[in-house]
């Protein structure tokens, strides 16, 4: 049976005492040899040497990223250090870390081109052929687990000229369409500089590391974004898009479409607030909707949003604010608590909702941190900049998912 235990520690500079604290508050009678952790943490803990020194007393593989804000049982705050350890019997778990992604002078095309990627939903079924470099370290760990996952727990790098559609699309298609639930490391910058995924003590800032389970892993998937009563009644088909640039729908200018929604612009036709206005994307096949921020835009009128949009998907523009944030991150929570036979949560949240909460940042993970602590549930809340959750196919009454990446999105594992 799956268990989970976690830890955390504020003591940044003393490495030895943070070591211990962690370890004091983990039952050693109830680790086995077959456990994992899944570790976040504010970047100066892996600057101070606490990563490293933490992993290194872990007889088992540690995977996870820097972020801005985190929470378990007991604590919750910016310059912390959590980790949640999965172990028991029934359960198998396998790590792996990719090579690097060498960008200079590389589209992401020409990266898609370069690590196999083949067309989105295309699966290879249970034995995995792909030689591609993670093609080839899939099937590593795949081999190692000796059977099929059930689930991929993800560390993603944030990579400017890479979004997190080229990660979920690459291992659908590598792994068959193993279900894929994780995040894209971010850190307290403004620039996310210091932004680093983890494995086992070390950092980078090019690699993308994962943790395969298998056996008696049972996960579900919830997600919250933006409520009904916040999304404006017009809908719009995609007519041009370019990857994550968003440039027409029904035809116009994405700006222009926007405007004639009722959206403001300035003099120079800039939407005014773009970022609070995010839209809900239908890929128009069956899945459930997804969320794509508006990041910046074109002197054309297109949109530079956080994922790929599709042609022919059909859209809306939703609105954001602070108690937005908070009451779909509640929503979302009370439908994943109303689940049986609950032995831990895994929670990623945008940093855009982050800083969509104004003067009190801390609102959600707090709101979050108050609903569960009656429960005894083991969780880990983590702030991410993007989030890697299934979606589920609404035509089916069964549990078919298909692996997406998300933007200003609050979502969760229930295990």
């Known amino acids: 049976m799956l268990k989970a235990f976690t830890a955390y520690t504020e003591e940044i500079d003393d490495v030895e005492a943070a070591v211990s604290e962690i370890l004091r508050q983990l039952p050693k009678e109830s680790l086995t040899t077959n456990s994992v952790g899944l570790l976040t943490c504010y970047a100066d803990f892996v600057e101070s040497g606490v990563v490293k020194a933490l992993c290194d007393a872990l007889p088992f593989h540690v995977v996870g990223s820097t972020t801005l804000g985190n929470s378990v049982p007991g604590a919750t705050g910016t310059m912390l250090l959590t980790l949640m350890v999965l172990t028991g019997d029934g359960v198998y778990f396998a790590a792996g870390l990719t090579e690097p992604f060498f960008l200079a002078g590389k589209t992401q095309d020409d990266l898609k081109e370069s690590f196999g990627n083949r067309n989105f939903g295309d699966t290879l079924g249970d034995e995995v052929q792909d030689n591609t470099p993670l093609g080839a370290e899939y099937r590593r760990v795949l081999a190692e687990l000796g059977c099929r996952p059930s689930l991929m727990v993800s560390f993603a790098p944030l990579l400017v000229d890479v979004s997190g559609d080229f990660f979920v699309e690459t291992f659908s298609a590598v792994s068959g369409g193993v279900p894929n639930f994780g995040m894209l490391s971010v850190d307290h910058n403004i620039d996310y500089h210091d932004s680093q995924i983890i494995f086992d003590g070390e950092s980078y800032r090019d690699r993308y590391a994962f943790v395969l389970l298998a056996g008696e892993v049972h996960p579900r998937f919830f997600m919250g974004s933006i409520s009904s009563e916040k999304i404006f009644r017009e809908k719009g088909v995609v007519t041009a898009s370019s990857g994550n640039q968003l440039q027409t729908i029904n035809g116009k200018p994405v700006t222009e479409y926007l405007k004639e929604i009722g959206l403001t612009s300035d003099e120079e036709g800039t939407i005014i607030g773009i970022n609070t206005f995010p839209f809900i ?21 297109y949109a530079v949003c956080g994922g790929d949009i599709p042609v022919g998907a059909v859209l809306s523009v939703g609105s954001m604010n602070a108690d937005e944030v908070v009451a779909t991150t509640m ?40 609903l569960l602590k009656g429960t005894g549930i083991p969780y880990q809340f983590t702030y991410s900049g993007g989030e890697l959750c299934p979606v589920y196919e609404r035509e089916r009454h069964d549990d078919s998912v298909v692996n997406r990446n998300h933007n200003n999105t609050i979502v969760i594992c229930v295990l």
């Open 331 to 370: 929503e979302s929570l009370s439908d994943a608590l109303a689940s049986q036979n609950i032995h831990c949560i895994l929670i990623f949240s945008c940093v855009g909702r982050y800083f969509s909460l104004g003067y009190n940042p801390m609102r959600e993970i707090d709101k979050t941190r108050d």
């Open 281 to 301: 994307v239908d890929y128009n096949d069956g899945t459930m909707p997804i969320v794509r921020a508006i990041f910046a835009q074109t002197p054309e009128g």
